[in-house]
């Protein structure tokens, strides 16, 4: 038998811990053998949380952990003084070797700062940036970077490619993924300094697929399968794709309630309208790995329910098994 | 009878142009006696497009300019060298106070550099912002800086902040605007230096109703009326809610014909559909002034058609009327 893929789940973080984290956990283990999972939170209630389900007890074991960080702690302070928080447990069990990945729905800022600080970065990654998967209209791309360090340099932009290139293609199976470049026009000397500067530094990488500029408009229409940016520009555009997404549905809905037309109209397609919406919704794709660690930190939405849960863990099985760090490893080392 | 409001339209600007450019210019000065618009282009070309229609021909007249700026030409080169197109004669028309105000759906390019090169800056505005209007859930936002120049310094931040109050209050409507700064989290030191430096400048300053920073995921929620950045992240900010709502839009019809259930209930909902969409389209408020220079220069987008046009020309009158230049030139001048 294959070695296990050992995960840490912090148990206590997110919006419907621990309950929807403890099914999430369940659901993983149960649905894949290959994956072990440690729950890290208070050991009272996630037994009795664990007493409602029938599991593989050899790979779903509780690590008590008495703290828990919340979400509106200044996270460095968090992540110092709560030695026996479940984050800082979780991050402990990577860079010990216990665990290969952890998850966590929990204090994004915690995640990032406990990620660099206690998992620690490869040796020649200049910056982890936490990469979510967002939608569009063919899929999905990876947009990175949309951590909470901005103002990020060229060279650090251009392994945010390389990074993004392999995780794109090795965990989420796409070939020779398309990188682009987030900016203000497609034209090779357009925008601000920092996508001047990078735009030559991805052009002559020969490790990445680089189609050039992308304009923020053609990000939903799937431009490219690897969005690279600073985390101020990451952030708005995974904000704004959240906001506008959430406002437009609302006045469509409110919009067909207004005539009796509209409403019979309106029960007839909410099916059709209701998977629409689901495969356009960010949280539909589990968690955002913070790359460039010496192990795999996902970060899930702070909403998450179990199924983000269990997409995390499972993810876990194929970084793990492309072996993503030894390419990271290979291609910053080569390419620097 | 009050002194008219003159404006200088490039009838040659634009997807639609002159067809569209014509019909809107005829609409304008039919719907109010105020304005009168010099349609300036290629005369044969424009007298032809104008004997469709019937109008009061002391309030439209014809001003000959024998060239055209393409949207693909350097703007800069462009601007200076063709000294007889119809942006630049609109230009100095405006320059010279021919004209109160001036709107183009062309070169963007063109309409930025012409505006400070040839119009010029109000003594003390340190850049003219371009402000388009946002749609937003519960009406409009004012979203500046979008133009071209990127990279601003936080005095400038304050002055957008000015300006885009008083064009908010004055044209469009809206009692002390709250005016919100972009960022990537609402506390005061989130961010990265420019908003960090630009927050207590927009916070010390009394002539505006600062809120605080507003995150993108808020702006299409009406988080704030004014919307302060720098324009990289302004543009991120305009195109993600073009392009998400245009491949949301796409998702849902596609989403809707899957099924006989959904394709009756989609021919139900389609009025109401089709109206909200419209109240949620970028393309439904008119154009975006360049702010801050000696007259109005006003960009409307390139797809514009007459309606567009129209509302372009019709918001010069407020903005004319309101002293909305006395205005600016008072409070940079007093608050510099």
């Known amino acids: 038998m294959a070695e296990l893929v050992n995960v840490a789940v912090d148990a206590m973080g997110g919006d419907n811990a621990p309950e ?24 009272t209630v996630l037994k009795e949380e664990l007493s409602r389900y029938t599991y593989d007890s050899d790979r ?19 992540i110092r003084t709560k030695k026996d928080s479940s984050i800082v447990k979780c991050m402990n069990m990577v860079k010990e070797g216990a665990c290969d990945a952890m998850v966590s729905a929990g204090s994004t800022g915690a995640v990032l700062v406990g990620g660099q600080v206690i998992v620690g970065r490869i040796r020649g990654v200049e910056r ?3 990469a979510p998967i967002i939608p569009n209209i063919n899929g999905v791309s990876l947009l990175l970077d949309c951590g909470a360090n901005v103002d990020a340099r060229p060279s650090q932009l251009l392994q945010f490619a390389k990074m993004g290139s392999i995780y794109m293609e090795s965990v989420i199976g796409v070939k020779n993924p398309k990188v682009g470049l987030v900016n203000i026009g497609v034209e090779e000397e357009k925008g601000n300094a920092l996508t001047k500067e990078t735009y030559p530094l991805l052009q002559n990488c020969p490790e990445i697929n680089f189609i050039g500029n992308v304009e923020a408009r053609d990000i939903p229409l799937g431009g490219a399968d690897v969005l690279v940016c600073e985390a101020f520009a990451g952030n708005i555009v995974l904000k704004m794709l959240e906001g506008v997404s959430s406002a437009l549905v609302t ?23 209701k998977s629409t919406l689901k495969d356009f919704s960010t949280e539909a794709y589990g ?25 995390s863990i499972l993810q876990c099985i194929a970084f793990k098994e492309q072996k993503i760090n030894e390419k990271i490893r290979e291609q910053i080392v080569l390419g620097d």
Request: aromatic share 2%; proline share 6%.
């Open 20 to 43: 929807e984290v403890v099914r999430g956990a369940v659901e993983a283990v149960s649905e894949d053998k290959r994956v072990k999972v440690f729950l890290v939170g208070r050991e």
């Open 60 to 78: 779903l074991e509780i690590v008590h952990a008495s703290e828990v960080i919340e979400t509106g702690e200044p996270p460095v302070m968090a």
């Open 128 to 130: 982890p940036p936490l």
């Open 251 to 273: 006045k469509i809905k409110a919009g067909m309630m207004t005539s009796l037309r509209s409403k019979i109209g309106a029960l007839l397609v909410k099916p059709a309208l």
């Open 287 to 311: 968690g955002a790995p913070l790359l460039g660690l010496n192990g795999l930190v996902v970060k899930t939405h702070g909403s998450s329910k179990a199924i983000e849960i269990r997409h």
